[in-house]
C-alpha cells in the first residue's frame, strides 16, 4: 500500500498525525499533548523542543497503528497552528528562544502604538489583516528586542524565523529547507497578499531583517524531501502545507465561492471561500490567503474566536468540575437550559470582529441554584454565540447569506453542541465523518503534489457527509439570544 500519506497537524495543545490511503480514509489518527508554558498573564509560550519531540512520537505511532511500514508513506503533508512565531540558530536547528504562540498578547501595548502613529491603515491594505497581538510580525519583533545579541545575529544570517510549519520543514528536510506557504505567510503581517511576496516597507517598520524570512511557494507541491529524521527513511517528498485553519477549508471541500467552514479546535475558526481576488474584510474580519496551486490563489474571509474548545479544558483543568473534556456534552445535557448563566470565554481576549485583546472571560447570572451543569451548558452556548458574531460579520463582508456550514475539529463530534450552534446560526451545519479535517486537508494537499489525486474534484468525491444539523429556532428566539449575548460580551 504505497500511496499512503502522512499528515501531521501540529496544534496549539498538542500534535497529531495521520494516515491517509488514496480512497480518503484516515487509517489511523493519533494526539499527544504537550507543555502549556504562561510565563506571565496574557503570555502563552511552546518549548520548540516539545514540538519536534512530539511530532516525531505521534507520526512513528501513526505509522505504527495505521499497520504499514514507514517505507509506504508516499507523501507528507503540514498543518500548523499559524501565528505561533519561532526563531532557531541555523548551525544547530535549535530554538533561541520558546515560540510565543498566537494566544500570547504580550504584544498589545507595540499594536497599539503603531495604530496611534497611523499604520494600521496600511497594514489592512498590503496584508487583510489588523494590527493585533494574534499575528506574527510584532511577535517577531518582541524576540528580536528582547532575546539578547538576536537582532545581531539575525542581521549576519545565523538565525531563521517562521511559523510552525517552517521549523518542521528545516527539521524534516535536515536543514536543507528554509520554506513557508503562502496561507502561512498571510498570517505574519510581512506578507502582501495582493503582490504574495515579503513586504519591504512592513519589515522596515517592524525592524524585521529581510534575511530571516522564509521562501514563500505554493501550498501544493514538492518543498523538499526528508532526511535524518527518526523513524522515517530518507527521500519522502513534503508536498503539502498549509495553515491549519486553511488546510481544514480545503480538507472540506470548499473549493466553490461562498463556501464555508467552522472549525471548533482550541480556537474557533470560520473561513469562507472568497476565490481568486482579495475582497477587503468588513465587520472585523479579515483577508487571507487560502492555498495556491499550480499558479492559482484563492483567498479567504476569517473570522477567528481565540478560545473554544479551550474553554472546556478550562472547565476540566481550572474549574476541576470535569474529569475528562468528553463529560461535557453529557453533563451540559442533564439540564434544560444554562439558568440564565452566561459565559463569554475571552480568557485570552477578544478575537473578531471585537478585535480588544484586553478582554477578560466573564461568567453572568450566578445564583445559589446554579450547579456545574449550568456552567457546563453555558460553555457550550458562548463557544456558539461566538461564532454567531464571526457568521454575520462574515456575510457582510461577502453581502450575502450563508446557507450552510461545514463543521469540523475535536468538538463538531458534540451534537448538543453542533445542534446549539445550527439554532443561533439558524442556517444548516454539516458534519463530514472525518471531522479531522485539518489533516484531512493536509493529506488531500500532499497527495496532489505527488500525483496521488490529479485535481480537486477528486478530494471532493472522497469528501463524505456523516449528519446535518437543521436549525429549530424562530428568528425572533435568535434575535432574543443574540443580544443578551451581546450584553454579556460589552462586560468583558
Known sequence: ???????????????????????????????????????RPGWVEHDPEDIWRTVLETAAWA?????????????????????????????????VHNAIVWQDRRTAGLCESLKKAGHERRVRERTGLLLDPYFSGTKVRWLLDHVGGLRER???????????????????????????DVSNASRTMLFDIHALAWDKGLCELLRVPPRILPEVRPSIGVFGRTKGVPGLPD????????????????????????EAKCTFGT??????????????????????????????????LEGSAFICGA??????????????????????RSVPDSGGVQFVPALTGLGAPYWRPEARGIITGLTRGTSRAHLARAALEGMAMQNVDLLLAMERGLDRRIKCLKVDGGAAADDLLMQMQADSLGVRCVRPRVIETTSAGAAFMAGLGVGIWKRPEDVRRVWKRDKEFVPATTAKQRSERLRRWRDAVARA
Not at 20 to 30: A, F, P
Not at 311 to 332: K, N
Open 154 to 180: 539575525a542581521k549576519s544570517g545565523a538565525v531563521a524565523f517562521g511559523t510552525v510549519d517552517s521549523f518542521l520543514l528545516w527539521r524534516l528536510s535536515g536543514g536543507a529547507i528554509h520554506a513557508t
Open 1 to 39: 500500500m504505497a500511496n499512503c500519506i502522512l499528515a501531521i497537524d501540529q496544534g496549539t495543545t498538542g500534535s497529531a498525525a495521520a494516515v491517509m490511503d488514496e480512497s480518503g480514509s484516515l487509517m489511523s489518527k493519533v494526539k499527544r499533548e504537550y507543555r502549556q508554558i504562561f510565563p
Open 267 to 300: 480556537g474557533s475558526f470560520l473561513l469562507l471561500n472568497i476565490g481568486p481576488r482579495p475582497r477587503s474584510g468588513r465587520a472585523g474580519c479579515v483577508t487571507t490567503v487560502a492555498w495556491q496551486w499550480e499558479g492559482r490563489t484563492t483567498y479567504a
Open 235 to 258: 527521500g519522502i517528498p513534503i508536498s503539502g502545507i498549509a495553515g491549519d485553519q486553511q488546510a481544514a477549508l480545503f480538507g472540506q471541500a470548499c473549493f466553490d465561492v461562498g
Open 63 to 95: 505509522i505504527r497503528e495505521a499497520g504499514i511500514p514507514a517505507s509506504d508513506v508516499a507523501a507528507i503533508g503540514i498543518t500548523n497552528q499559524r501565528e505561533t512565531t519561532l526563531i532557531w540558530d541555523k548551525r544547530t536547528g535549535a530554538g
Open 311 to 332: 474553554a472546556v479544558q478550562w472547565l476540566r483543568d481550572g474549574l476541576g468540575i470535569l474529569g475528562s473534556s468528553g463529560e461535557v456534552e453529557t453533563l451540559a
